[in-house]
């Protein structure tokens, strides 16, 4: 027994180890590493720190809008090179001659010279390609380079053709424009080309010298020079200078070593978090440890955010304020409890504050919302409850961002008013938590009252299924649910459960409803059967009860129900008449009794006891007080003499309480109507007229 203890104390210390160090590493992994100086700092925001003295110089870097800025004024004026080809003109010319060495029909004599020359003005000119030319034209001021053998030149591009314009040109001609309707016969495209081409190589190694000849920095910080200090605003110029020293620090310190001391810093710190969480859990919620879905959900939903946040920050997306950190409290207070509700929304807080900018700010209004939610949401059972939660949470998440920002700065007109956008995100979001409920249902196998308010309802599925084919089981099972639920109330466990668990119990009755004595008129199918035969069709009702909700997709916890509420019991009626007409024989108990388990919760344990007594009760004789307090002791003491109740946390005093309360109940049910005295004599006779 010694040993066997050790080993579940080395076990279960092995188990909370291995939570604690995975979810650690998980968080960290995502974490950032941030080479740079942790300062958080922010334009219009004081500066949270003390006084700030540079230790060395340093630039003070443009903004990038800025750089952006000037590199755009020096591509405006960046001049494109272009090369002058003195052979185009050559060539279109000598084309030209040999086209029309013997003339042109109804042109007169000397014109063809007037076209040649006109042609060499142009190309001494330049033409470029009309494309090229309209996309440089845009700015009638834009200079070009013209490179001619060893000289360049700058000239303003409307000195300079594009072939369209070069042709519109001839036609504009003083000369030329007299024989407008000739020209148009001799196709002069033909001989117009771009003699000046781009050099784009030259064009783009001169562009990329321009824009290095660009410089990043505008000042510098001297060492000794105070760059702020603590409560002052930050304006412009301070946060380009502290930006500025962030890049020389990374420029200058971004090392191995300084990586490494990040990441034991943030193994240290998120170490230390988990593993008070681990030891409030070892301390006061033993028993979480002991169901491997609540661990799984609790360190999940720890590890989850901190990520979220990790990442948002790391690839600055949105802001960390739309993130509805209060549907953690909100899960672990509908599925498990208060405190463990708020320890674990601190912790998860703090360990995403590390990764946050004004970490004291994050952290009051993150906790805020956390406790509005528990305390404005103690059940979820109807939506309109989580509507008034998410209001609530993004009403306080205001008032005490408000509040801070009034303890900040006098100025209201100078508050940052986006933020409270974000809370109204937050709000929206938060939201998700009724459909995101169902997913933490399936995947850790938790029941909400939500969905115990939707298996309750009688007017739909099996439960109304069972009201048609068994009427009987259905009255029955109603009336095990009311006991039950009573005394789940008076002894502190959960009524609503009971209730529901209950209502589903003796569904396996519906495969063959007559043989169950509820749901008989006047024929009994049991008369003529063997007793081995009869016990084997009730015992069948808990199976067939188990498949009509494996089939229907009904939450584990039900099937638990069904499975405990005989336990390992007998079917005494036929196993007692089988004993008593088989003296001589070894009964063989097995085929008498329940699959069992027996109960292991103490809901489970209720609805045995109320279960046994309401169906017991039918059998009485006559209803009085002695009679039904001697049948329910009776047949619970048998329970518990039986060991029916030593696997589940049920204590003497819940049972006390729950023989009370069916004592009462049944008296109240089967308890029959006064007798109505009759008149005699002479009154009778009066009465009578």
């Given at each position: 027994m010694r040993i066997r203890q050790e080993e579940h104390y080395w076990r279960n210390l092995a188990t909370r180890l291995a939570v604690v160090i995975i979810t650690v590493a998980l968080i960290v992994w995502f974490m950032p590493r941030n080479e740079k100086q942790q300062f958080r700092y922010d334009v219009g925001k004081p500066w949270m720190y003390g006084s700030f003295i540079a230790n060395f110089d340093f630039p003070i870097y443009k903004t990038d809008e800025t750089i952006k800025a000037e590199q755009d004024s020096v591509i405006k004026q960046f001049q494109p090179y272009y090369n002058y080809n003195a052979k185009v003109e050559a060539q279109e010319i000598a084309k030209f001659k040999r086209d029309f060495?013997?003339?042109?029909?109804?042109?007169?004599?000397?014109?063809?010279?007037?076209?040649?020359d006109r042609l060499h003005r142009l190309y001494q000119a330049g033409i470029i390609n009309t494309p090229e030319y309209n996309n440089l034209a845009k700015d009638s001021t834009s200079m070009v380079r013209v490179v001619n053998g060893k000289r360049a030149s700058s000239l303003q591009i409307n000195c300079i053709y594009s072939t369209m314009s070069a042709y519109e040109m001839l036609f504009n001609d003083e000369i030329l424009a007299k024989e407008r309707h000739v020209l148009q016969r001799m196709n002069l495209t033909n001989y117009i080309a771009a003699n000046l081409i781009y050099d784009k190589d030259r064009s783009e190694a001169e562009q990329n010298d321009l824009m290095s000849s660009i410089p990043i920095a505008s000042?510098?910080?001297?060492?000794?020079?105070?760059?702020i200090d603590r409560g002052e605003i930050i304006n412009d110029y301070t946060y380009r200078v502290l930006n500025s020293l962030?890049?020389?620090?990374?420029?200058?310190?971004?090392?191995?070593?300084?990586?490494?001391?990040?990441?034991?810093?943030?193994?240290?710190?998120?170490?230390i978090l988990v593993s008070l969480f681990t030891a409030f859990l070892t301390l006061f919620r033993k028993d979480y440890f002991d169901d491997s879905r609540s661990i799984l959900m609790l360190y999940s939903l720890i590890?989850?955010?901190?990520?979220?946040?990790?990442?948002?920050?790391?690839?600055n997306f949105f802001s960390v304020y739309i993130v509805p950190f209060a549907i953690v409290p909100i899960f672990i207070r509908v599925f498990m409890d208060t405190r463990t509700a708020f320890i674990a929304h601190a912790v998860m807080i703090l360990i995403c504050a590390a990764t946050v900018k004004y970490q004291y700010e994050f952290i009051i209004i993150q906790l805020v919302a956390g406790l509005v939610a528990i305390y404005s949401l103690r059940e979820l059972s109807k939506r309109a409850q989580l509507f008034k939660t998410a209001l609530f949470v993004t009403v306080s998440s205001c008032l005490v961002y408000f509040s801070l920002q009034m303890m900040q700065n006098y100025d209201l007109m100078k508050m940052d008013q986006s933020m409270y956008y974000h809370f109204a995100v937050n709000g929206v979001l938060l939201l998700l938590a009724y459909p995101l409920m169902y997913l933490i249902e399936r995947t850790f196998g938790f029941t909400s009252n939500v969905t115990l308010f939707e298996l309750s309802n009688t007017n739909k599925g099996l439960l109304r299924d069972m009201s048609e084919i068994a009427p009987g089981t259905f009255q029955h099972s109603i009336t095990v649910g009311n006991l039950a639920a009573e005394i789940a109330n008076r002894i502190g466990a959960n009524s609503l459960l009971v209730r529901?668990?209950?209502?589903?119990?003796?569904?396996?009755?519906?495969?063959?409803?007559?043989?169950?004595?509820?749901?008989q008129v006047g024929v009994d199918p049991h008369k003529n059967m063997p007793y081995t035969e009869s016990a084997r069709?009730?015992?069948?009702?808990?199976?067939?009860?188990?498949?009509?909700?494996?089939?229907?997709?009904?939450?584990?916890?039900?099937?638990?129900?069904?499975?405990?509420?005989?336990?390992?019991?007998?079917?005494?009626?036929?196993?007692?008449?089988?004993?008593?007409?088989?003296?001589?024989?070894?009964?063989?108990?097995?085929?008498?009794?329940?699959?069992?388990?027996?109960?292991?919760?103490?809901?489970?344990?209720?609805?045995?006891?109320?279960?046994?007594?309401e169906a017991a009760s039918r059998s009485l004789p006559e209803y009085t007080e002695e009679s039904i307090s001697n049948l329910v002791n009776k047949l619970i003491d048998e329970q518990v003499a039986n060991g029916y109740f030593t696997d589940c946390p049920i204590t003497f005093r819940d049972i006390a309480q729950a023989k009370l309360i069916l004592i009462e109940r049944l008296k109240a049910i089967y308890h029959t109507r006064i007798s109505y005295p009759e008149l005699k004599g002479a009154n009778k006779i009066a009465e009578a007229e």
């Open positions: 060495k013997d003339g042109f029909e109804n042109l007169p004599t000397g014109y063809l010279r007037v076209i040649i000042g510098m910080v001297m060492s000794g020079q105070k760059i962030d890049r020389e620090l990374q420029r200058r310190d971004a090392n191995k070593t300084t990586i490494t001391n990040t990441v034991i810093g943030q193994l240290l710190y998120v170490t590890t989850l955010f901190p990520i979220i946040v990790s990442e948002m920050m790391q690839h529901t668990g209950a209502l589903y119990h003796d569904i396996g009755k519906m495969e063959n409803p007559v043989f169950f004595t509820e749901n069709i009730i015992i069948r009702h808990v199976t067939e009860g188990v498949k009509m909700a494996e089939k229907y997709n009904l939450p584990a916890f039900i099937k638990d129900f069904i499975l405990t509420h005989h336990g390992l019991g007998i079917t005494k009626y036929f196993y007692i008449k089988y004993q008593n007409e088989h003296p001589d024989e070894e009964v063989d108990k097995k085929l008498f009794s329940y699959p069992g388990p027996n109960p292991f919760t103490r809901e489970q344990a209720i609805l045995m006891m109320a279960d046994t007594v």
